[in-house]
């Protein structure tokens, strides 16, 4: 079975800074994109930000120069550094990741368990 397991949310006051981790885990051969996405109260989930296994990646246009996204393939794990907090970045933030399952022979879509991160002073 595979896992995503987030970690690392939490209060931050503004202006503040957090990293988020997130880790694969189970039985699959490899992993192409990762990214994080977040959901604010009655909002819809929007796209945070991703990276492919080659190192591209895209960002929201609220979080450029504020978010960095990086992942190390040997641990397969993807982080979110999250500097320059601001209230409205608060949210439960979720990692993705597309993998290519060892069960099934092919690539699904991951989602973790979510993380909250809340920016208030």
């Known amino acids: 079975q595979v896992q995503l397991v987030e970690s690392g949310g939490g209060l931050v006051q503004p202006g503040g800074s957090l990293t988020l981790s997130c880790g694969a885990s189970?039985?699959?051969?490899?992993?192409?994109?990762m990214g994080w996405y977040r959901q604010a109260p009655g909002k819809q989930r929007e796209l945070v930000a991703t990276?492919?296994?080659?190192?591209?990646?895209n960002y929201a246009d609220s979080v450029k120069g504020r978010f960095t996204i990086s992942r190390d393939n040997a641990k397969n794990t993807v982080y979110l550094q999250m500097n320059s907090l601001k209230p409205e970045d608060t949210a439960v933030y979720y990692c993705?990741?597309?993998?290519?399952?060892?069960?099934?022979?092919?690539?699904?879509?991951?989602w973790g368990q979510g993380t909250q991160v809340t920016v208030s002073s």
């Open positions: 993705n990741a597309d993998i290519l399952v060892i069960s099934s022979g092919g690539w699904q879509a991951y």
């Open positions: 189970g039985r699959f051969f490899s992993i192409n994109a």
């Open positions: 990276t492919t296994s080659a190192g591209n990646t």
